[in-house]
């Protein structure tokens, strides 16, 4: 033990024993066995459920992309466009609307899910879209070509 | 060792005596875990106790609570009647009897209690809430008003209100904990309170805001729904001079599994009336004229959200809305006023 | 326990369950209106948005590894926005006519399906040709089990698969059957079977001479 003051040599107790345990076995109280009772085997387990915790936090956002794809790809489908273009066709409509609200769109508001798509088809065939060159225009969409 | 910490101890004691630095303490001092864990164990043996009485507290300061629940509310309510509205009967038998047991004779308390409160806060909240209702949802029949209003004015409901505003701890009653009826009581005797201090306007807005809100994520169908969906429906139809419901499976699958699925529209005159979907073309047939019912009461999901920004007038004269017996778009349009 | 008399022995799992009982109607009784009630609509609407649907789809001529991705995304419900991994709302996928499955290119001769029955020397490779001839549903199913994900989920998901060799579907499977899934690719007409006349009339660029000869 090196002390670089008489003062640090004092201190040197450090915190009471019994709380520093408790933190750990706080968030150890969901794990089964011995890893939940026994101080030496419960910190090893905690510090790696912390270190999946780390990761995961990251894994996380990664899953949500990857679950918010899948329902939009099936929510374009059912309105016969796919989700590139509905994306590109709603950027050139400026229709800033982030992935998760389209899908809470797509599942609880499916009305107003369909004109979207239906906004994004006019503005494909407008803007002369491969993906949606042989598909009708829907109606009720007025486009800025339709006014003049 | 540990004598050679001691003596650094006391050196660093004798440096604080010159210097002015204070160093706080690190860590949690090493007899508060032995002694929680005694008082703990100690807790253990006496078993559950009662709850405490927030008011036996020692800061307890009763009137600083009247004026803080008077503020917090944004309510104007005259402090005495507030007072009186938060004291029950028996508060005032049990000081009383405090009194004679000291050896009192005839005890005289200069206490009102709100007997008389509870009784006038009861009529007029069931007043302002029924015509509120009429007033919010003037398509629902006057049977679903009625269901809603007594939903509104279950003792769960309005005694969950009371705590949520705040009373629990300020009522004098001789409970202990409050019971839901003295809650409920309590609530009813604020309304009462509140009419004397302002007037009957400005109380409605208070029971608009703090009970009738209650209704604002409710599925109203949920609460009331009509009994016999198939007769109704087919009734309100006769009246209203148009063809009898016709009901047409519109889609199926899965039929010989037990998660069928049937779809089942209802058409007047080829007019879509309503859709459900159910286990059995029954359970379907039954869940569609219930929900063309729901399209034509203003109850369904989509329809308009019930307003909580009006304002109820309980001097003018009753009107009711239209019973099921008499529902119609022509009867609807001489009640509501077109 | 031959001390134990049979007279106040009662056993702890009935106990239990009494217990249990007890507390669960005093919760019921006690919250009335606070627990939120579903509606019959509502529940309807739920019962709408769960239905599993049954979909037919015809494997005449389709390549069944290109089939099994459409199949797949069905019987895992990946075509429904309220998809989740953990969201059972699978469909189910009537597969009929497998015995007609069209294999890109060579692949009836040189793709291999091995087993191994775990005993030593229990390996075997049965070309497609082969394991076609000796079951017409064996090649589709194994293209869509391939096709998933090796999880939990596989076996239960492949429940809902019902792969017929012909188009001979039982009749209780066919009343449930609700939609008709796209063929990936137009099925052919085939040269027999269109009538001789047919062929004969039709117009041709070039005759052939008379004295050549037609093998």
Known sequence: ?148 | MSSLRTCARAAIRIQKLTSVIYTGERGIKRWVAPTLRVINKRKAKLGPQPEPRRSNFLDWNYNAEIFAFNKRLSENFDVELLQQAFTHRSYVAQEEQKQREVGIENPELSIKDNTDLIVEGKCLTSEIVERYLRQALPRLPEEGILKLKDYLLSEEIVAKVSVQIGTKDIILSEDHPVRQETLVNTFFALVAALARSNDVVHTSFFVRDFLIATLSDKEILSIWTPSHPFQTLDAILNREKRGSADFRLTAQTGVNTILAAYQVAVYSDQQFLGIGTGETVQVAKNIAALDALQRMFGIADFSRPIPFNLTVDVSSQRTENLPLTKWCTENLKHTVGG | MGNVSSKNFVPRSRKFVRRNQKSFFQHKHDRKYLTSIMSAVKRAQQWATFARTWHLFDATWQNPFDSAQVIIKHLMGLHKPIYHPMNDCGDHVVVMNSRDIALPGDEWRKRVYFHHTTYPGGASWTLAWELHNKNPTLVIKKAVYNGMDGNLQRRHTMQRLHVFPDDKIPEEILKNISNQIRYLRPVPTRLDHISPEEVENYPKIVDYPKQYILR
């Not at chain 1, 009471?16 to 890893?35: N, S, T």
């Not at chain 1, 912390?50 to 329902?71: E, F, G, P």
Request: net charge positive; glycine share 4%.
């Open chain 1, 1 to 148: 033990m090196v002390f670089q003051s008489l003062t640090l040599f004092a201190r040197s107790r450090g915190p009471d024993e019994f709380w520093r345990k408790r933190k750990i076995f706080k968030l150890a109280a969901h794990f089964v066995g011995r890893k939940r009772n026994c101080y030496s085997i419960a910190i090893r387990y905690v510090h790696r459920a912390l270190r999946y915790a780390t990761m995961s936090r990251k894994l996380k956002k990664a899953d949500m992309l990857n679950l918010w794809n899948t329902r939009l790809t099936a929510a374009c489908a059912e309105h016969d466009i796919n989700l590139r273009t509905f994306k590109e066709a709603l950027m050139r409509n400026n229709i800033l609307i982030d992935r998760k609200t389209l899908v809470d769109l797509a599942i609880w508001e499916p009305r107003s899910f369909k004109s979207l798509t239906q906004l994004a088809i006019a503005r494909g065939k407008q803007d002369g879209l491969n993906d949606v060159m042989y598909v009708k225009t829907p109606p009720g969409v007025i486009t800025r070509g339709m006014l003049k």
